[in-house]
């Protein structure tokens, strides 16, 4: 899985006449039209109809499908913006916002359809909280946070837990599979609060030490 982190647009390290299409591309644009970006916006809209799905006709199997289908463009966008050489501070900011708005949605559709147990909900609505505040902290003390790896490897496990959550609390199981889902939700939860711990620690020491210099 690779980050959607840049310290600058990768075509900026390159020749004008060695630019590829999609360089010349994000060049134009300023870095909005680039193939990691058109995944990011895609994703978001297969996750906003998802949420349209479970909330609007509570249809939990396709509901979750499309939001876990959208969460895909997170392991992607990275990727495409890597192997294009179109990775930029704007395409690094995208990701961070859609990602922020996408949580922020589903948390609040989920735990106001009673598809997320209240206790999940405030953990995560609390991480969260935590994550903007850290961010807006180390945008005081002008020091860039770009996305880590247990960071990254906690959404993936995080979004995983919700859609079990959505198939355990919303579809009709038998007895020994829904036991099964629910085990596998709160195992993923657990793993996501540690690589939380870790991530949100390795910030924050980012931010004190990073900012004093």
């Not at 495409?80 to 930029?88: D, F």
């Not at 598809?115 to 935590?130: E, K, N, R, S």
């Not at 959505?166 to 609060?193: E, K, R, T, Y």
Request: net charge positive; glycine share 10%.
């Amino acid at each position: 899985m690779q980050l959607h982190r840049a310290n600058g647009n990768d075509w900026d390290s390159v020749r004008a006449k060695d630019w590829n299409v999609w360089q010349q591309l994000a060049a134009r644009t300023r870095g909005l039209v680039t193939p990691g970006n058109v995944i990011t916006i895609a994703g978001a809209l297969v996750v906003t109809a998802g949420l349209i799905v479970l909330a609007a006709h509570r249809n939990v199997w396709l509901g979750a499908g499309l939001i876990l289908g959208g969460r895909v463009a997170d392991l992607l966008d990275g990727y495409l913006a890597g192997r294009t050489g179109t990775k930029s501070r704007v395409g690094e900011a995208l990701d961070a916002i859609v990602d922020k708005l996408e949580l922020a949605a589903v948390l609040l559709v989920l735990w106001h359809i009673h598809l997320l147990p209240d206790i999940i909900f405030v953990i995560l609505a609390l991480q969260a909280l935590f994550n903007v505040g850290l961010s807006l902290a180390g945008r005081a003390r002008k020091v860039s946070l770009h996305p880590s790896r247990s960071g990254k490897n906690g959404a993936v496990v995080e979004w995983i837990a919700a859609g079990l959550f959505i198939v355990h609390m919303g579809a009709n199981l038998p007895s020994g599979f829904d036991a099964i889902c629910a085990g596998l939700a709160w195992i993923c939860f657990l793993a996501f609060i540690i690589f939380a711990l870790v991530s949100g620690f390795d910030y924050s020491k980012q931010v004190l030490r990073d900012g004093q210099a």
